[in-house]
């Protein structure tokens, strides 16, 4: 068992345990929201987006956790703002304002990072290490995470009726516009937290893979966003214990598990999986069989008794 325990004698595995379980819940809640309103190309796009970001906080105040949040939020923001008023100022519709902003900020952050006089290993950023977490890095991650699970908690009734009847809810006096931007700040903030787990280019699959999961399991929203968050962090448990004994790049160990478990639930998942469907549907079809030979036979028995008493 000393191969077991051994990962929480070490206290940078501490640390990035802790950062595991508050990164992975935190973006498994917010993704039932990502997933049903199909956001999926707005999350990629904002990760991405962060990268120029991090490289401005960097060359200008140097490598610390306050001038990354800042650098990575004001990009996210830039990328999101100009996506919209181009889109609305403009024939070209939202979805491809946004692929255009968001290459061109992630290309403009390679070359930032190029000139950047503090040695930043790039991969990093790209595909997260969460094994080099600190302590003010979990500070910001707790309290990005605390702030977006009360929010997203004390919403959830006006985000239930904006997500399924929009009409409705303005109707209600819930302030739709509003509530879109406000899910989009926290989105922006669960990134920004888990830029050092997983990276800008694996940052979606934190965001969809888990409520994706219990979307194959349950139609009921509350168990995407409470299912969502226990998938998020036991996956990135697992990716991170797999990562350390392997001797393999954690953040792509994190998406990978969490790959494999939707994997599993699309494959086996007794509602929606493709495996018991197929079975359902051969179980169903040899019953009509069966039911139309059985008939079938019962009719030409009767028409031969009725022959038979003819002659």
Request: hydrophobic residues 55%; charged residues 10%; positive net charge.
């Given at each position: 068992m000393t191969w077991l325990l051994e990962p929480f004698r070490l206290e940078f595995m501490q640390r990035a345990l802790i950062g595991c379980v508050l990164i992975g819940f935190t973006n498994g809640f917010l993704s039932a929201y990502i997933v049903m309103r199909r956001l999926a190309l707005m999350a990629d796009a904002l990760s991405h987006s962060l990268l120029p970001g991090l490289a401005i906080g960097v060359i200008l105040f140097g490598l610390t956790p306050v001038s990354l949040f800042f650098g990575a939020l004001a990009a996210a923001l830039f990328v999101t703002l100009g996506?919209?008023?181009?889109?609305?100022?403009?024939?070209?519709?939202?979805d491809t304002s946004l692929g255009i902003l968001y290459t061109v900020a992630f290309s403009l952050g390679i070359v930032l990072l190029s000139f950047s006089k503090v040695r930043v290993e790039l991969h990093h950023y790209l595909f997260g290490n969460i094994l080099g977490i600190s302590n003010t890095d979990l500070w910001t991650i707790y309290w990005i995470s605390l702030v977006t699970l009360i929010v997203l908690v004390a919403m959830q009734r006006p985000l239930l009726v904006m997500?399924?009847?929009?009409?409705?809810?303005?109707?209600?006096?819930?302030?739709?516009?509003?509530?879109?931007?406000?899910?989009?700040?926290?989105?922006?903030?669960s990134m920004i937290s888990s830029v050092q787990a997983v990276g800008v280019i694996l940052a979606l699959g934190l965001l969809?893979?888990?409520?994706?999961?219990?979307?194959?399991?349950?139609?009921?929203?509350?168990?995407?966003?409470?299912?969502?968050?226990?998938?998020?962090?036991?996956?990135?448990?697992?990716?991170?214990?797999l990562s350390y004994w392997l001797n393999l790049p954690s953040g792509a160990c994190i998406v990978l598990v969490l790959g494999g478990i939707f994997c599993l639930a699309f494959l086996?998942?007794?509602?929606?999986?493709?495996?018991?469907?197929?079975?359902?549907?051969?179980?169903?079809?040899?019953?009509?069989?069966?039911?139309?030979?059985?008939?079938?036979g019962l009719h030409k028995q009767d028409e031969h008794g009725d022959d038979s008493h003819n002659h």
């Amino acid at each position: 068992m000393t191969w077991l325990l051994e990962p929480f004698r070490l206290e940078f595995m501490q640390r990035a345990l802790i950062g595991c379980v508050l990164i992975g819940f935190t973006n498994g809640f917010l993704s039932a929201y990502i997933v049903m309103r199909r956001l999926a190309l707005m999350a990629d796009a904002l990760s991405h987006s962060l990268l120029p970001g991090l490289a401005i906080g960097v060359i200008l105040f140097g490598l610390t956790p306050v001038s990354l949040f800042f650098g990575a939020l004001a990009a996210a923001l830039f990328v999101t703002l100009g996506a919209e008023l181009i889109s609305r100022s403009s024939r070209v519709k939202e979805d491809t304002s946004l692929g255009i902003l968001y290459t061109v900020a992630f290309s403009l952050g390679i070359v930032l990072l190029s000139f950047s006089k503090v040695r930043v290993e790039l991969h990093h950023y790209l595909f997260g290490n969460i094994l080099g977490i600190s302590n003010t890095d979990l500070w910001t991650i707790y309290w990005i995470s605390l702030v977006t699970l009360i929010v997203l908690v004390a919403m959830q009734r006006p985000l239930l009726v904006m997500l399924f009847e929009p009409s409705i809810a303005a109707t209600q006096g819930v302030r739709v516009s509003i509530l879109n931007y406000l899910v989009l700040t926290l989105l922006v903030f669960s990134m920004i937290s888990s830029v050092q787990a997983v990276g800008v280019i694996l940052a979606l699959g934190l965001l969809t893979a888990p409520a994706a999961t219990v979307y194959l399991f349950s139609n009921s929203f509350t168990k995407m966003f409470w299912g969502g968050g226990v998938i998020g962090m036991i996956g990135s448990c697992i990716g991170l214990f797999l990562s350390y004994w392997l001797n393999l790049p954690s953040g792509a160990c994190i998406v990978l598990v969490l790959g494999g478990i939707f994997c599993l639930a699309f494959l086996f998942s007794p509602k929606y999986g493709v495996l018991p469907r197929i079975f359902r549907k051969r179980h169903l079809h040899e019953q009509s069989l069966a039911r139309w030979e059985n008939r079938t036979g019962l009719h030409k028995q009767d028409e031969h008794g009725d022959d038979s008493h003819n002659h």
